[in-house]
């Protein structure tokens, strides 16, 4: 497996493992995003996620995000996961890290990348809540109708399934 790029995993994934392949002797500085799974979410306790995924066209996207930072930052190395499947409370869902000579260049990187996870590839989520209900919510159709501002918020918007 490579050390570096974007990844699916439907398991826990090593981030240390991840992390020390960014360790490059041009690299001066890593940042790191890392997104777990809360116990609720617009005002309902949630139990637990189940994310789907398109994986063929999540991949490609995924790396294609990827490409893009190395060509917008100036950084020195940067990877990407995201879990599919059944994710208890504190799981990591996400994780995103990039590595530069310079702090700044990492930290943009490192936004951009979790900011276009988000927005464009093809992960779908669904929140169990502790009621026994469930629902769809904050897939990436849903994400991209939004705007730029409010992109931090774009989570709670519920998810027509029928786009898939």
Excluded at 86 to 94: E, F
Aim: proline share 2%.
């Amino acid at each position: 497996m490579k050390e570096e790029g974007f990844f699916l995993s439907s398991q826990p994934v090593d981030v240390e493992k991840w992390a020390k392949a960014l360790q490059k002797p041009e690299a001066g500085g890593y940042c790191a995003f890392e997104g777990w799974v809360r116990n609720h979410n617009e005002g309902q306790s949630v139990s637990g996620l189940e994310y789907e995924i398109y994986e063929a066209l999540a991949q490609k996207e995924g790396e294609k995000i990827i490409a893009e930072a190395l060509e917008k930052f100036d950084i020195a190395g940067v990877s990407a996961f995201h879990r599919h499947g059944n994710l208890k409370i504190g799981d990591m869902a996400v994780w995103v890290g990039a590595s530069a000579a310079h702090r700044d260049d990492a930290f943009k990187a490192c936004r951009y990348v979790i900011d276009a996870i988000k927005f464009r590839v093809p992960v779908w989520k669904k929140e169990h809540y502790k009621t026994g209900e469930a629902k769809w919510v904050a897939c990436h159709q849903c994400a991209a109708a939004g705007s730029d501002a409010d992109h931090a918020h774009h989570h709670g918007a519920e998810c027509n399934r029928t786009h898939r």
